[in-house]
Structure formats: C-alpha cells, structure tokens
C-alpha cells in the first residue's frame, strides 16, 4: 500500500532563516506530488504542484520553492522565511493530475517568530 | 475566480442525530467531488468521493450531489462524538479547490 512522509512535524524558526520540509511517497511510481499551506482560519492554499521529476508549478508567487530531485520526493523550501509563512504544511500526493483523490501526508506546523 | 463554499459553523449535533453539512461551488464544469475530514492539528482524510448526481453512500456516510444546482452534501448518520471534527469540500475541474470547512460538534 501507498504511504506518504512528511518531517519534520513541527518547527520553530526565526524570520530571515532558512527553510526545507521533506515529503517521501512509498508504494507508487510517478505519483503527482503537492504542497499545500493552510494558516490559522484559511482554507488550504495549494502552494506547489509536480507531474514528475524536475518539474514544477507554481500556484502562488511568494519566497517559497519547491523542487522534485527524486520520483518520490518533493522537497519545500525558502532562502528567508517571513512572518507570513507560518502555517500547518501538508504534502500531498494523488495518482493523476487534479483527477484524483488526494492523500495527504501528517503535515509541518511552522511557527516564524 | 473558482470558489468552494461552505458554512464555517460550528455546527452542533446530538449523538445518534443526522448532521448534514453544504457545499457550494462556483465552476459548472467541475467534475469530481470529495468530501475530507480533519481533526484539530492534524492533516485532512478522504472519507467520500461523488462524480455523477444523486446519492453515494459509504457506511454511515451519503454524499449528494446536484449539479444543476451545484451543491454537494454530505450526511452523517447515527453521529457519533468521534466525528467532531472539520469537514472540508473539494471540487475538481482542472484543479482542486477547497472550501475553508465546517466544524462540525457532536454532543455526548
């Protein structure tokens, strides 16, 4: 069966640091990877999308990055973190483009003080 | 702009009563339709999925769907305090939108 990881399950980093969440899919190939932000009293804002490795969409411009380095890992990152960017942070992976459903792994809670 | 809609509640519900929770959507090609549940601090779980109009039951779960009227629903039967939680919708067209969700309580 498919399983998705996620790590670290909470962090604390002060504005101007840098950033990298981690996200593995085990038990599938080539799967549609996603990040996704939901802060305090939002609704999930889809961040990133990948199709496979290397590529990469944007939905939201913002000092956040994503890259795909492997088939299975999908990586979120930020040179310099803002206030702004705190939030829950949720990987998510799905066996088709937008055109299936998505399985979400246990998701980062960032607090930027 | 595509949105979801739903009413952000609380909702409040007796044990063993049905709870009903609405959803909204804005784009009339959208396709599918899922419903997730979402306990405080943790990430959000597929409990339904619809694609054509009507009924769709799962166990104690029924999603509805209209498309003419764009709106999916989702019953809860024989509520239990283990279902409180938020129920958050998602349509699919081309992407998948969420609306912000419904806390939904049941009390013991």
């Known amino acids: 069966s498919q399983t998705i990881h996620q790590w670290p399950a909470t962090l604390v980093q002060p504005v101007g640091s840098p950033l990298s969440l981690e996200c593995t899919v085990e038990?599938?190939?080539?799967?549609?990877l996603y990040w996704y932000r939901q802060a305090a009293g939002r609704g999930l804002q889809l961040l990133f999308y990948?199709?496979?490795?290397?590529?990469i969409s944007s939905e939201v411009p913002q000092n956040l990055s994503a890259s795909r380095p492997q088939d299975r890992q999908f990586i979120l990152s930020s040179k310099k973190l803002l206030l702004s960017d705190s939030g829950f942070y949720l990987c998510?992976?799905?066996?088709?483009?937008?055109?299936?459903?998505?399985?979400f792994g246990s998701g980062t809670q960032l607090s930027v003080l | 702009q595509k949105e979801v809609e739903q009413n952000s509640g609380p909702l409040s519900v007796p044990e063993g009563a049905i709870a009903s929770l609405n959803c909204t959507y804005s784009?009339?090609?959208?396709?599918?339709f899922f419903w997730y549940r979402q306990y405080s601090g943790k990430s959000p779980e597929l409990i339904m999925s619809i694609y054509s109009n009507g009924d769709k039951e799962d166990g104690r779960f029924t999603a509805q769907l209209n498309k003419a009227s764009q709106y999916v629903s989702l019953l809860i039967r024989d509520s239990q305090p283990s279902d409180s939680a938020t129920y958050l919708c998602a349509v699919n067209n081309d992407k998948i939108i969420f609306g912000k969700g419904t806390r939904l309580h049941i009390l013991p």
């Open positions: 784009d009339r090609v959208s396709q599918s």
């Open positions: 990948s199709v496979g490795i290397g590529q």
């Open positions: 998510a992976w799905s066996a088709a483009i937008f055109n299936e459903k998505l399985f």
């Open positions: 038990g599938t190939s080539n799967p549609n």
